[in-house]
């Protein structure tokens, strides 16, 4: 069997006039339980539409209107500028969507703004996982989730930025439907299965998708061994999860294996 444990970390930054303030950041109850509904199959991610600017958890200003920049595939930047409607203590900063749930809150060293005065500010998040450590021969391989903008994670980032419609394809689920298993020239699909469940432990916050025993139907050429694994979506053709071949992993034709990956949120 094929066993990845992974957990979502989540970091921020926050920019206000050019200095970096110190900051801690905190994903709300709603946002992880949004993102386990995805990971269970179930569409639930809302897209961005202000972020609000607090004084000892009061909302004083908020503003929608403001750029983005990806500056790798899984750390989004949120900037622009916005005018104080009042004088106060900035101290936080949370991140509403269009249905008004707050995914993040925000605090930062206290910054003094004047009303009238124009504020530069930046908050930028990376979602990366901990935990990489797997069992079984996965163990020989590399996991890439994050590494690319079709992967699991950025595609997180991307809904919750511009909505299913800011992704192309636009059907892209986050529940993989299908895993393929790769032969050493890296082309031939040497077994492949749809039979993944999903289920969800409470206990330990973790979704756990897991395949039936499928078995290596073909070989790519003698003494084959396993090049990738990709846990694909397939209304996308995504590989939401990919690893990739790092140390020999042999197998043989009508050989069974199984593959599970715990996702803790």
Do not use: C
Request: net charge positive; no cysteine; aromatic share 12%.
């Amino acid at each position: 069997m094929v066993i990845g444990l992974v957990r979502l970390k989540f970091n921020t930054r926050v920019d206000i006039d050019g200095k970096t303030v110190a900051s801690h950041n905190t994903p709300t109850s709603i946002f992880k339980q949004h993102i386990i509904n995805e990971l269970l199959g179930t569409e639930s991610l809302e897209r961005f539409d202000s972020i609000q600017f607090t004084s000892s958890g009061v909302v004083k200003d908020s503003l929608s209107n403001m750029y983005y920049q990806f500056l790798k595939p899984n750390q989004l930047k949120l900037y622009g500028s916005y005018t104080p409607s009042s004088s106060y203590t900035l101290d936080g900063m949370k991140i509403v969507t269009r249905n008004g749930n707050t995914y993040f809150v925000t605090s930062i060293s206290p910054v003094s703004v004047v009303a009238g005065n124009p504020v530069n500010f930046s908050w930028t998040v990376t979602l990366d996982v901990t935990n990489r450590t797997p069992s079984g021969f996965l163990s020989k391989f590399n996991l890439e989730i994050a590494s690319d903008y079709n992967r699991l994670l950025p595609l997180i980032l991307q809904i919750f930025l511009g909505g299913r419609t800011g992704v192309s394809p636009t059907g892209v689920s986050l529940k993989p439907s299908k895993v393929e298993v790769y032969g050493k020239d890296s082309v031939t699909l040497i077994a492949s299965t749809t039979n993944i469940t999903a289920t969800y432990d409470s206990a330990t916050s973790t979704v756990k998708w897991k395949t039936d025993l499928f078995k290596i139907t073909q070989v790519s050429g003698d003494n084959e061994y396993i090049y990738r694994i990709r846990m694909v979506d397939t209304k996308s053709g995504y590989g939401l999860v990919v690893w990739s071949w790092i140390q020999y992993e042999y197998v043989n034709i009508n050989e069974y294996i199984q593959v599970e990956l715990n996702i803790g949120v």
